[in-house]
Every structure is written in C-alpha cells, then in structure tokens.
C-alpha cells in the first residue's frame, strides 16, 4: 500500500507563488502527478512526472507557470506554482501510478493523498 502525503498548501494573492510537496512511503518508483479539485467541480489533472522525470506533462492552463519535479532520493514529488490566478484556488491532490508513461488519465491513478488546499485571493 502506498502512502501520499501532501503539504505546502495556503492563502496568497494573486500573483503570488507556492510550492506543494507530497511524501510517498514507498520506494518504489511511480509514474506521479496533481490533481485540482474546486468546489462543485470535478478532479482534474495539472501536472505529471515519469518515473525517472524524463517526461513532463501539464494541462494547458498551466503550462509556463508550474513546474513539476520530484526526487526519487527522498521519495518526494513537488509543484512549483507561479503567477497564481483565482482560477487555481482548488484541493491539490497528490497521485501515483504504475503506468509507464506520465499519463493525464485520472483512472489510471491508484494510489491519492488526503488533499491540501490552495486558496488564490484577489
């Protein structure tokens, strides 16, 4: 059983940046991401890293302003976040796969964290 353990989750303006971390219990190496969830709607994926971090995949939202990375040393995934907008305030998950590739597939996510939330304040 894998463990996820998000953190890193708060209050800024817009504008602002964050940074999210996620622990994983194991040491075995996953394909891992985020996903958001804002109220009333439904989860959807930002970001995800392979295994190795040879490949990166972002929804397009995102892109140009979060960075994805993990280490594999310390079993540790993060979300860097710039130039946040209201739009992001949501519940950021942390996720792990056995899929090879850093896929975008919610359903192919088997193992989630509890949730931290990042609130965007105008």
């Known amino acids: 059983q894998v463990q996820l353990v998000e953190s890193g989750g708060g209050l800024v303006q817009v504008g602002g940046s964050l940074t999210l971390s996620c622990a994983s219990s194991t040491q075995t190496i996953l394909t891992m991401a985020w996903f958001r969830q804002a109220p009333g709607k439904e989860r959807e994926f930002v970001a995800a890293?392979?295994?190795?971090?040879?490949?990166?995949r972002y929804v397009e939202s995102v892109k140009g302003r979060f960075i994805i990375s993990r280490n594999n040393m310390k079993n540790t995934l993060h979300l860097v976040m710039h130039n946040l907008k209201s739009e992001d305030t949501a519940v950021y998950f942390c996720?792990?796969?056995?899929?090879?590739?850093?896929?975008?597939?919610?359903?192919?996510?088997?193992?989630w964290g509890q949730g931290t939330q990042v609130t965007v304040s105008s």
């Open positions: 890293i392979s295994s190795f971090a040879d490949t990166k």
């Open positions: 996720a792990a796969s056995r899929a090879v590739v850093a896929t975008s597939r919610r359903d192919e996510y088997a193992y």
